[in-house]
């Protein structure tokens, strides 16, 4: 049994009240840790930390804030195997997919921000013979950022590293669900020299923890990831406070098939899109339309590809498809099944818990779960499912996926495949996404902007964009 910890003013100490939750492993259902069950007087303490460690954080030069980024970059590298079980572990994803994008994300987000502060430039507006213009950009102060449990390190980090990049001291809550990771960066910062104040990690659940991070008047900025309700609870909490949000919220992304796709990278993507982390990803497509020529080919192809996603135990090399995160969530996305059932769909694939032998034989499985005959506007094409759960619908013409796509609350992501390249612009300018990928899935340039329209979210996170969000603008006009 392990006992995690908080991370407050550069140590690794208790929970004030000397509470702990059950860390549980989902491949086996059993308990592996104990978590920090921190509360307000956690909170209290980091921010304090985090007020004292700013004056010297905000003035260090950049590059040097840099240099300490990158350092915690090549200790995620070093560590990656160790990182990549206890991801697994924790999550339940199988650990090849741990190993081959979350640990090796955590590290490229540490090492692009540490960079990329020192390439964060100001504007200067010039009136001619009348006045000067410069803006600079100072760190907003103490931040708070709130990661999920779907990816942990790698989002956990997608946070922290532009905060700290900024100048920023931080104020860091992981999912109670999947905190092993973040306790594991607790050490790599120690080791790193990162001085004791400029991140703090505190581990708890939501009510207790999150909403003191974003109650805390001391506390400038929210970043937080995760479902949209929880977000909207933050913007009651947080607006009235004026404090700055960045929401990145929920999804229900379209995945649109043209006829004149390559199908067979388009049903291999779309796999990958559909399942990959048991379709736990907020840009998974799960909802898939196919263009009638080409639908009962993609169809047979799409459920040849679901037959060999293998349901395993996460350590296995072979293991495609791991366990869902918590028996609740398993819960929820079966309740999902029987809704698509009681909506008149077709059950093509799956559908089912799965039952695996010896040490995984209490875990959280479920196998991939195709559905066809689905009203586009019925609950499970509206809804965020969560899970392994992909709807496939023909369409016949191209304003009829425009409407269809576009139906949702959600404006995440979306995925054009075709190989016309006035139609792939056409259509991408008519999707209400804040991603749009032609013939391609989740590839990422930490550069571009990345966020949602409509209720999947606020503000943009990536590249200049977070730097900015973490940054107060001021302008200086001198005149001449």
Same mark, same amino acid.
């Given at each position: 049994m392990q006992y995690f910890q908080n991370y407050i003013d550069g140590q690794l100490i208790a929970p004030a009240a000397g509470q702990y939750l059950p860390g549980v492993e989902p491949a086996t259902g059993q308990v592996y840790a104990q978590v920090p069950a921190?509360?307000?007087?956690?909170?209290?303490?980091?921010?304090?930390?985090?007020?004292?460690?700013?004056?010297?954080?905000?003035?260090?030069?950049?590059?040097?804030?840099?240099?300490?980024?990158?350092?915690?970059?090549?200790?995620?590298?070093?560590?990656?195997?160790?990182?990549?079980?206890?991801?697994?572990?924790?999550?339940?994803?199988?650990?090849?997919?741990?190993?081959?994008?979350d640990i090796p994300r955590a590290a490229s987000n540490f090492a692009f921000f540490g960079t990329a502060a020192q390439h964060f430039a100001s504007e200067t507006h010039y009136q001619e013979g009348v006045a000067l213009n410069y803006t600079v950009r100072h760190p907003l102060g103490v931040v708070g950022c709130i990661s999920p449990w779907n990816l942990p390190l790698y989002l956990f980090t997608w946070k922290i590293a532009p905060a700290l990049a900024a100048g920023c001291c931080v104020v860091a809550k992981p999912s109670e669900i999947?905190?092993?990771?973040?306790?594991?960066?607790?050490?790599?910062?120690?080791?790193?020299?990162?001085p004791p104040g400029v991140l703090n990690i505190v581990h708890g659940t939501g009510p207790a923890v999150g909403q003191a991070i974003v109650e805390h008047p001391g506390i400038k900025a929210i970043s937080f990831t995760g479902g949209t309700k929880t977000g909207e609870h933050i913007a009651r909490t947080a607006a009235p406070m004026f404090k700055k949000l960045s929401l990145e919220l929920g999804g229900k992304n379209p995945n649109v098939v043209f006829a004149d796709c390559n199908l067979t990278e388009a049903v291999a993507t779309s796999l990958r899109s559909s399942f990959s982390n048991q379709g736990q990803i907020c840009l998974c497509g799960s909802r898939?339309?196919?263009?009638? /020529?080409?639908?009962?080919?993609? %169809? +047979?192809?799409? &459920?040849?590809?679901? $037959?060999? !996603?293998?349901?395993?135990? /996460?350590?296995?090399?072979?293991? %495609? +498809?791991?366990? &869902?995160?918590?028996? $609740?969530? !398993?819960?929820?996305?079966?309740?999902?099944?029987?809704?698509?059932? +009681?909506?008149?769909?077709?059950?093509? $694939?799956?559908g089912e818990q799965v039952h695996l032998p010896g040490r995984c034989a209490e875990g959280y499985f479920l196998q991939p779960t195709v559905f066809e005959g689905l009203a586009p506007n019925c609950r499970v094409n509206q809804e965020e499912i969560f899970g392994p759960v992909?709807?496939?619908?023909?369409?016949?013409?191209?304003?009829?996926?425009i409407e269809w796509a576009n139906s949702t609350e959600y404006g995440l992501a979306a995925t054009i495949w075709t190989q016309d390249l006035t139609r792939a612009h056409r259509v991408a300018h008519?999707?209400?996404?804040?991603?749009?990928?032609?013939?391609?899935?989740?590839?990422?340039d930490l550069r571009t902007p990345f966020g949602g329209m409509k209720n999947s979210g606020v503000g943009r996170e990536g590249g200049l964009e977070a730097l900015r969000f973490f940054t107060e603008p001021q302008n200086v006009c001198i005149k001449l």
């Open positions: 921190s509360d307000a007087t956690d909170v209290a303490q980091a921010v304090r930390a985090a007020e004292r460690a700013l004056p010297a954080w905000r003035s260090r030069p950049a590059e040097e804030r840099g240099r300490l980024l990158v350092r915690i970059s090549e200790l995620i590298e070093r560590d990656l195997e160790r990182l990549a079980h206890a991801e697994s572990q924790d999550n339940g994803k199988p650990v090849s997919l741990a190993r081959s994008v999947t905190p092993y990771t973040a306790y594991l960066l607790s050490e790599l910062c120690m080791e790193a020299g990162l898939i339309f196919i263009e009638r /020529p080409i639908y009962a080919a993609f %169809r +047979q192809a799409f &459920l040849d590809g679901v $037959a060999s !996603l293998t349901v395993g135990d /996460p350590l296995a090399p072979g293991t %495609r +498809q791991g366990a &869902l995160v918590s028996k $609740a969530h !398993l819960e929820k996305v079966l309740g999902y099944i029987a809704l698509a059932h +009681q909506e008149g769909g077709h059950l093509l $694939a799956g992909v709807t496939l619908t023909p369409f016949d013409t191209e304003a009829e996926v008519a999707l209400h996404s804040g991603i749009v990928w032609v013939n391609t899935w989740l590839h990422r």
